[in-house]
């Protein structure tokens, strides 16, 4: 046979050849992506303010933690009104996001709604209701302990004994909260008296700072600072403020003594890990923001470190292994305070 009439054999064997590599290569490289997209969980968060907000940015910065390690694809809507919630919640369960995170406070008819629609979906959610069947968890910043803590800080510090304390809405999340706050105040300042106000808003700077200064005119040297805009009052007042959820000390170092921190790590990274092993189901989330799982701490003293009576600092310091190893349980009181005297 001359070389002829084997040419077009031997180049028809090459293209074929050819043709089956490359899409072998197009295959591996198809399946390479395809299987890492099929690893990451969809997540996605639906928040009614901004994601700046102290509260909810526990929540983002917890996700964004994970989406950081390759765990999961994340993507959020912020200032979501109350009318609008049901809709986006919705839009977001049915793109196939495997979880869905946010806060259903005021929403929580429309949020349940959604969950009973899309029953292979997870809901995690802030609530003050309970978990409902089939997917519907509920969570919340279950830190009681540090702000005992930061309470206890606040009594050994205040020099009027009169103390403030500004909050969002009187809903049992706040007030759990503040009425722990105030139990660690009178443990070291038992003759301490308080005032307490609510804002009627979760984010709202200006307003938290108004309330504050006319706590301050009342006598108050030491605010609890539950919203954005307190500690702004307290440090043109030369004042004293207790941060709650983040620690702001850096933009006030001269201001915040101490914060009770909210860690929302645990809880993510467990809802993760079950709806991963398919294993989410209705439950209280709400434990794992304890300090035992830590969920929540006391922040460093920082530039306060050496301001703080050192027998203070003693006697709050021992508390806090108490509550750790249980031997001391701070009490959960829903209640609105109105603690007068």
């Not at 978990?131 to 969570?139: I, L, Y």
């Not at 722990?180 to 938290?208: H, L, N």
């Not at 600072?225 to 000390?249: H, M, P």
């Amino acid at each position: 046979m001359s070389f002829v009439s084997r040419f077009p054999a031997t180049l028809a064997a090459r293209r074929h050849a050819l043709k089956l590599g490359v899409g072998v290569i197009a295959a591996f490289a198809l399946s390479g992506p395809v299987h890492a997209q099929a690893a990451k969980t969809r997540v996605a968060a639906v928040y009614t303010v901004p994601v700046e907000q102290q509260w909810v940015s526990r929540i983002h910065t917890a996700l964004n933690a994970a989406k950081a390690r390759g765990e999961i694809d994340y993507v959020y809507s912020e200032n979501v009104t109350n009318a609008d919630y049901e809709r986006v919640v919705r839009q977001y369960a049915e793109q196939g996001n495997k979880l869905i995170v946010g806060e259903a406070f005021a929403v929580e008819a429309a949020a349940r709604k959604v969950a009973r629609d899309y029953p292979d979906t997870g809901f995690l959610m802030g609530s003050s209701g309970k978990p409902q069947k089939p997917n519907f968890s509920v969570f919340d910043n279950y830190i009681q302990e540090p702000a005992y803590l930061t309470g206890m800080i606040a009594g050994g510090m205040t020099k009027t004994g009169k103390i403030g304390l500004v909050g969002g809405y009187p809903i049992p999340e706040v007030n759990r909260l503040m009425n722990a706050f105030i139990a660690g105040a009178r443990e070291t300042r038992p003759d301490a008296t308080f005032t307490v106000s609510f804002i009627g808003s979760w984010f709202d700077p200006p307003k938290a700072k108004e309330a504050a200064f006319a706590m301050i005119d009342q006598g108050a040297d030491v605010l609890y600072a539950e919203r954005f805009g307190v500690s702004d009052a307290a440090k043109e007042r030369g004042k004293l403020a207790i941060g709650n959820v983040v620690n702001t000390q850096s933009q006030y170092p001269d201001t915040v003594v101490a914060s009770a921190l909210w860690d929302m790590q645990p809880t993510i990274d467990l809802a993760l890990k079950q709806v991963r092993e398919g294993t989410f189901k209705p439950a209280e989330f709400g434990e794992y923001s304890m300090m035992k799982y830590k969920g929540s701490s006391l922040a460093p003293l920082g530039t306060f470190e050496s301001k703080i009576p050192a027998e203070l600092k003693a006697r709050v310091d021992a508390k806090q292994k108490a509550i750790l190893d249980g031997s001391f349980e701070v009490k959960v009181v829903d209640s609105e305070p109105k603690p007068a005297k």
